[in-house]
């Protein structure tokens, strides 16, 4: 597996970087590629439950109208037609898929194009992809570098998150841990602490399947909405 280090010596603060990464993209806007949250409703209202559920391998339930799909470490029962979110009772403190637009957007998107897939055991950096620099830029400033400023000199606090999470400990950098965002798709975080010389830097590797499910955009707001939600867990725990 090939990774690299996040360039230390790269901008941090380039303007659109405060943006969110989704506003970035224009996700939220209507074109062919990324299409508005209505647009996606309507299509999820004429798919048959039965061709998702089989198709993603999750269950689905007659009685109750519901998928359930566990995202981020939390089970969800997810309505159809209707997409109205409930999460099963847990200690997370925190629902990204009950509070987060774009977190919406994206499992909405999984439901309608996504499929089940296990990874190879291998891990990709963004560039790595097969479109891979069509959002780099974005990627590497909303996420990477957002990662490394929140939490590469607060590595106890990013310990303390993670582990509130469940994700499982990896041996990269100076801490790393994975978590699974659907599932079969798992996402690795890792940090270099800063120092004296040199500023914090990061890296986030994704599962070798994820472009069986997800597109170049779809990734890049999915790093945004996990860094996003480990600033909202950081206050439940």
């Known amino acids: 597996m090939a990774f690299e280090k996040n360039d230390k010596n790269s901008n941090a603060g380039n303007s659109s970087a405060s943006q969110p990464v989704g506003q970035q993209l224009g996700y939220e806007k209507d074109s062919k590629e990324r299409m508005p949250w209505e647009h996606y409703m309507e299509q999820y209202k004429n798919t048959d439950p039965a061709e998702i559920a089989g198709r993603l391998g999750i269950p689905f339930s007659q ?4 998928f359930t799909l566990k995202f981020l470490g939390t089970v969800y029962e997810i309505s159809h037609p209707d997409f109205q979110v409930t999460h099963h009772a847990d200690d997370m403190g925190y629902y990204p898929l009950e509070e987060m637009i ?7 998107r999984f439901l309608l194009g996504g499929a089940a897939s296990c990874g190879s055991g291998r891990f990709k950096t963004y560039r790595e ?37 469940r994700a499982v400990p990896v041996k990269h950098g100076d801490t790393a841990f994975e978590v699974e965002i659907y599932p079969g798709y798992q ?9 004296e010389e040199f ?11 994820f472009p069986v499910s997800f597109q170049a955009e779809d990734m890049a707001v999915m790093g945004d909405v996990i860094i996003g939600s480990l600033k909202a867990f950081a206050k439940v725990i």
């Open 102 to 108: 774009y977190a919406k957007i994206l499992t909405i």
């Open 199 to 209: 500023p914090p830097s990061s890296q986030i590797l994704f599962s070798d399947n």
């Open 63 to 66: 009685e109750t109208g519901c």
């Open 129 to 165: 992809m097969p479109w891979g620099e069509v959002y780099l830029r974005q990627f590497d400033g909303r996420c990477i570098k957002r990662l490394a400023f929140s939490y590469g000199n607060r590595l106890k606090d990013f310990h303390a998150i993670m582990e509130h999470l």
């Open 187 to 195: 996402v690795q975080m890792i940090l270099w602490e800063g120092d």
